[in-house]
């Protein structure tokens, strides 16, 4: 089984433009996500899908490999759709997003395995256990899970709703930037229409769910630092130089 990895690398980002070249302890965000994707052991391939020419330029100059889409994509899956035809022979695609420059290796490898271990899977994705602090953080997406680990639905609010305390036997979950599909069904979900609870709460995810097909997930203790605000790009840099890198 071929599993090709493709980080979708949009240079205009609303709240943080420029995103993928920010500077993180000396490097460009884009190649601390590409080098950390590039240690999975079960991936044949690592690629970058940008949309400008200062990115591709850039990754090319780290050894990396790029592939030029469109600037006018409505959302990451649409990219990945595009660059995926550079790739015909690809059984699953791992979608590892460009702010993820934490992404553990050995959770890329987790998700692959899934697809080895289930012919019929379609579709899985990751979560962490989400901290209190990020309770009421719409930018921390929440995931519950059914007793199969299933996704049951993704939301911006907190999920489950504590009416009684949390305790050892339900926690919340916090959905994961990473994704791995089947290759004929990533082109599948990019040609569905937009769902009514996708547009609602802005979760390209919530298609799969709406449209009846089965999300896995997968549970990791790793910790995460998704870059969206320079908020986050301010911690993530405070994070290296606390490694001392």
Known sequence: MKFVCIIPSRYASTRLPGKPLADIAGKPMVQRVYEQAAKAA?????????????????????????????????????????AVAHFPDADVIVNVQGDEPLIAPDVIDALCAVFEEDPSLSMATVASPLAEEEYNEPSAVKVVMNQKDEAMYFSRSLIPYPRNAFDDTIRPYKHIGIYA???DFL?????????PA??????EQLRVLENGYKIKVIKTNHTFIGIDTPEDLEHIRAYFAQKGE
């Open 42 to 82: 079960k991936l044949e391939q690592v690629v970058v899908a940008v949309d400008n020419p200062k990115v591709y330029d850039t990754v090319v100059s780290f050894g990396g490999h790029a592939v030029m889409t469109r600037e006018d994509h409505a959302n990451g899956t649409d990219r990945l759709a595009e």
């Open 181 to 183: 599909y089947r290759r």
């Open 187 to 195: 082109l599948q979900y990019a040609a569905m229409e937009q769902t």
């Open 198 to 203: 996708e547009k609602v709460e802005s979760l």
